[in-house]
Each structure stands twice: as structure tokens, then as C-alpha cells.
């Protein structure tokens, strides 16, 4: 019985196969048992050589990192500490915990080694680390950070932590007592460097000079007061009050003016340039002000009556004015009264003078003025008595006087 020659497998060629044709079925199926073990082979292979790596990426853990403090100055010293929590009833080996300032490329300034995983805290702990302070040359002030590696006893990186540390600086004060003055007016300067927190220890605290300046330009400045101060009190470098200045010629014009304080260190660079510090300097406003007009010397008198003045001075009358004051018109009982009052005020002498010679009172013949008339008339009679007894109480000039020195010419008695 004849058979036709048939492909074991029938069907399409499947790209990147070898082909079937002219094979049995038990060349076919060997084929495909080699294909598959290659193919788990490279597998395999593939896992093997990612596995370390797969492995470090997987089991890397984050540390905590603690420091104390967490910002100062350049020379302040901190503590850094490192933990780590644990199963420890699993008994896990030692752990190694390398510190590295900013970068692990830089040299380690700590590390505790054989730490043990303990039971009753359940934690790695590597405790606080020797005081230590910023590596010279990376201290400048600014944003920094601590990093911490934990390894295994063979090396090998287990997990990593960091924390950020801040250097800081402190700040200048300057002030003006008074803050304004004339020209020639005296005011003293005070300066103040402010550290934060307390004063630094030896050896990161050197005498600092303060040098004060005066200027209306920058550029164009003059020289006020310089001292240097090697002591701090609280945190403070205090320069306490200047001796007394005024403002310094030609810069004494009224307007305001900058009072200007820079800091030096002992080698009379800028203080805290070292370290990257930019508040060494400071300023405040001083004004001048136009001295005030000169008090006159020789004031004009003030006014009588005015507030303050003394006041006026009543004028006297002499008797002459006093009876030419009354008016020669028709007389009548408002002549009469204005007489009798002249008589009553004191001025007897001239009062009774008007009462009898005036021509009114005679020709009016009412017994008022008649009157008038006799009261003038004793008054008169009362006045010469008066004055001849105030006469005879003068002392009489002797005779050799009177030839020795000419009497002055006769002057009208006032009163009498």
C-alpha cells in the first residue's frame, strides 16, 4: 500500500521559526525541548545578575539623625546621634553608622561602631557623638547638613539619614544720642555687635574693632571715633558712648547726614569675612538743624500798658491848668457843684480862687451862689494861714548866704 509523502506539520511558516517541512514529528518536538531550555537559561541568567543590585535598592532604610543644636556660629560646636528601629528578638547582627559633614565624599568627623540592636527600646542607638564643630573651610554661614550611613560588618550600605544644619551670624548696631543738633551742637555715638544667643568661647571670640564714619556720599566720608572691645556681656560687644563730637566741618550744613560703623577683626580685615558674613556694617541718620536766631542786645522798650511794661504815668496837674480847666461860661448850680467838688478834692487854694472871683457867682444873685461865694472866700482865708505856717517851719537863709550866692529868680508858689 503506497502512502503520499505529507509535512509533519502543516500550516504557514511562523516568522523567526526554522521550518518544519521534510521534519518527523519527533525532530519537531526536540526542537522545541531545546528552545525552551535556552530560554530558561537566559532566564535565569538575567536574575542572577540583577540580584545584588535588586537587593541593595530594596533593602536600603531611612536612619534618623538627631543634632544638638541645630544652628550656630562657625566656631559653635553641636552633637550629632543616629538611630535605627529594630525587630531585636530576631537577633539581627551589629550595625556600623558612619557621620559625614555635607557631602560622603568628605572625611568622616564621627563614627560608632558594633552597635547592638537593643531589646528594650527595639532600636539601633548610637547615642550622642563628641561635641564637634563645622570642618574649617566649609563653615560659611548658611544652609549645611549632617549625613549618617549604616552598614553591615562586611561594608555593605544598609541605610542612610540626614539632617540640615544652619551657621548664622549676628548684627551690627549703631545709634546717635541726640539724633539732631545745630552745628555746633555735641552728640556721642554708640556701637553694639549682637551676637545669637550667648557670647562665643575662646578661641572664636576675638577683639573686634568698631570704626564709626560720618558722610552725606559714600564716597566721600570723614573719620568720627575708632575703638576696639575685647569683652562680651549676654551676647553682646558693646562699645558704650563716644566722647563728645560735633559734626565734623564741611559736612556741618543743616540737612541729615549717615553715621556709618564697620567691624574689623584683629587682622583689620572685615569682620566675619572669613566666614561669609555680610552684617558688618550698619548705619543711622544724624540731622542738622539751623542754629536759632541771636537774641537782640538792645531791645526797644516796651510800651507802658502793654503786658509786662509798667504802667503809665498819671500826669499832675499844677493849679494854673486846674483853674483854666473851668470854663468862664454862664455859671449855674452845675458850676456851683463842679467848684464845690474842686474844694473837696484838695485843691482848696485854686477851688476857693474860682469860687470868689468868678463872675457868675455875682451876678446871679441866688443864695446858692452867695453861697459859693462865702465858702469860697474862708477857703481862701484857710489856705494863707496854711501856707504862712508851712513858711515860718523853713529855715531862714543867713545873710552871708544870701550875699554870697544870688537867689534865683522868683517862681510862682503852686498851692499858695
Known sequence: MAYALLPAVTGPARPGWPQNLGRTKEEVGALSRIRRSLLLIALATTLVVSAPSSAQAFTLVVVTVILSPTSGLPTDPFTARAQFPFDCSTLPPDRYFYFYWDTTTNPQFWSAIRV??????????????????????QNRIGGHKVIVVMRDGSGNPLGQGTHAYTIVWGKVLVSTTPTSGTPTAQ????????WPGACPSAP?????????????????????????????????????????MVPPAPLNTPTT??????????????????????GYTNTTIYKVVAAPPSPNTNPSPAQCGTPGAAPCATATSTPCQTAAAVHPGTPGGADVAALLTLAAL????????????????????????RLAALVGLSVMLLSVDACAALTGQNPQ????????????????SPTC
Open 346 to 369: 484838695g485843691t482848696l487854694p485854686i477851688g476857693g480862687l474860682a469860687m470868689v472871683f468868678s463872675p457868675g457867682i455875682w451876678r446871679r444873685r441866688s443864695r446858692w451862689n
Open 187 to 194: 552728640f556721642t555715638v554708640h556701637g553694639k555687635f549682637d
Open 397 to 412: 537863709t543867713s545873710p552871708t548866704q544870701a550875699e554870697a550866692s544870688p537867689s534865683p529868680s522868683p517862681s510862682p
Open 116 to 137: 547592638p540592636c537593643d531589646p528594650k527600646t527595639n532600636r539601633f542607638d548610637t547615642g550622642p557623638s563628641p561635641a564637634t564643630t563645622p570642618p574649617k573651610g
Open 204 to 244: 572664636g571670640l576675638s577683639p573686634i574693632t568698631f570704626k564709626f564714619s560720618w558722610y552725606k556720599v559714600s564716597s566721600n566720608r570723614i573719620a568720627l571715633w575708632s575703638t576696639t572691645v575685647a569683652t562680651c556681656s549676654g551676647g553682646i560687644v558693646d562699645t558704650g558712648n563716644s566722647p563728645p
Open 257 to 278: 547726614y549717615v553715621v556709618h560703623v564697620a567691624l574689623y577683626d584683629s587682622g583689620a580685615a572685615p569682620f566675619g569675612q572669613a566666614y561669609g558674613a555680610t
